[in-house]
């Protein structure tokens, strides 16, 4: 991440890019899972797919519950968790919005399929971590650290509130 780009305009990139998250209900007693993100950056919020048989959305069956999502980009370059709350989604208009033949693939009876319930997760904040992709800046920040003593510089790590900046 560069000091010029805007961390929670590259959360969002990373996320759109992102063919999987791992996603889970704190202190629901279950495991993060992998899920498929649908964002909507001007919403801020990020959509799923799911079975209503998950523990996920049986957590989140009683209206919004703290929940995380964990990021590893495309290029293992980027990194980040987020904190927010995700809750089931009826809206028909959200099924239809981002539906796809991979996401038919899961429910047999398609956008009608009893089990098929949406997930809303709404961020609060992130904590983002992003690192060179150049091998050369890598090795040079290396061998500089270790004739110097100092650490390397290889990236950047920063905790941002979504919608508001940096946090304290």
Known sequence: ?????????????????????????????????????????????????????????????GGAVPAQLCLVGEDDGFYAC????????????????FWSTVVAAWFEKGKEDPDLAMLSFKPNDAAIWSSTDSAMRFGWEIAKANLTG??????????IRIGGGLAA
């Open 1 to 61: 991440m560069t000091d010029s780009k805007n961390p929670e305009a590259l959360l969002w990139e990373e996320l759109d890019k992102s063919h999987v998250v791992m996603l889970g209900v704190n202190d629901a007693g279950s495991h993060m899972q992998p899920m498929s993100p649908f964002v909507e950056p001007d919403s801020k919020t990020v959509w799923f797919y799911s079975s209503k048989q998950t523990d996920t959305v049986k957590a989140a069956q």
């Open 82 to 97: 987020v904190n927010g709350t995700i809750s089931v989604n009826t809206d028909p208009q959200k099924v239809e919005k």
């Open 150 to 159: 100092g650490k390397p510089e290889v990236g950047h790590h920063t905790v």
